[in-house]
């Protein structure tokens, strides 16, 4: 299987570390393209046989699946750049979440996909986003899902819920390390426990917290309760965080949704010439 990369920044060099890393890929069966080359070349100088190109269209040239992994304004040049190339048995596959599946395949003659990754693909764990355009087949699915199998557990999501699912799985990682970060810093100036003790014993923590609300099968009000002896330390200190932190989630998801929408009408404007609400 042959696959192109374009765009190189931190989700798609992400994802090619994660893809090779894993074994779902090896260095040989990979295209890329950057904005500037000499980042895509210096990435593809690490890994003998990644071949860096000059262009787009050659990105996207022959390969089997072609990730999209820029900035949702670059979206509309980047398939200006491609479409000529593209057979209509190839598999585009958007990683960004205000392209929607109907602009690409408005523009596009192939199969398209939107697949939302995570920081945690990374290390072969988290969730893999999955939405499919109407020209994609069962098989064709599968395919896609085979690939991010090995660095990721991949969820067929409907696209109506793009938003806050990348809330959830690809921003969650970042809000919840903004809050750990907060507490270790707390403890450390609070108590002296050094800063690496902390953060170690926090980490380990969170880990073990994720194996509970997974593997554990507990829901995060099963961990709570069993954790929290009522009238005990915990149970006072969750009444704090509850009161403190009262309604700041939902302020945190309407600061997400009002970007997204704002970012949206920007790529509908651009590859449609009017404004829409979207999804």
């Not at 994802?15 to 090896?26: C, D, K, P, Q, R």
Request: hydrophobic fraction near 40%.
């Amino acid at each position: 299987m042959n696959v192109g990369f374009i765009g190189t920044g931190s989700m798609g060099s992400l994802l090619i570390e994660a893809f090779v890393a894993s074994g779902a890929m090896s260095p040989s069966e990979i295209t890329i393209s950057n904005r500037t080359f000499s980042k895509a070349q210096a990435l593809a100088s690490r890994y003998p046989g990644m071949r860096a190109e000059y262009t787009n269209a050659e990105a996207a040239r022959n390969n089997d699946i072609i990730f999209l992994c820029v900035k949702p304004h670059e979206f509309f040049q980047v398939t200006a750049d491609i479409k000529s190339v593209l057979r209509a048995d190839q598999i585009i596959v958007s990683i960004t979440s205000p392209v929607l599946l109907s602009h690409l395949e408005g523009e596009l003659p192939c199969k398209v996909a939107k697949v939302i990754p995570s920081i945690t693909n990374l290390v072969w764990s988290g969730a893999a986003l999955c939405m499919y355009g109407e020209r994609m087949q069962e098989k064709d699915k599968k395919k896609l899902e085979a690939l991010f199998t090995h660095i990721s557990e991949p969820l067929r999501i409907d696209e109506s819920y793009t938003r806050i699912v990348s809330d959830l799985s690809s921003c969650g990682p970042a809000f919840i390390a903004f809050l750990l970060q907060q507490f270790i810093e707390a403890a450390v100036e609070e108590t002296g426990i050094p800063f690496e003790t902390a953060q170690q014993v926090a980490g380990n923590m969170l880990l073990g917290t994720g194996l509970l609300l997974t593997e554990g099968g507990m829901t995060a009000e099963e961990v709570q309760a069993r954790v929290a002896v009522p009238g005990g330390i915990t149970a006072k200190a969750l009444q704090l965080l509850s009161r403190e932190t009262d309604g700041i989630f939902n302020q945190l998801i309407r600061t997400t949704h009002a970007k997204y929408r704002e970012d949206l009408i920007k790529v509908t404007t651009a590859f449609c010439g009017e404004e829409v609400n979207g999804q």
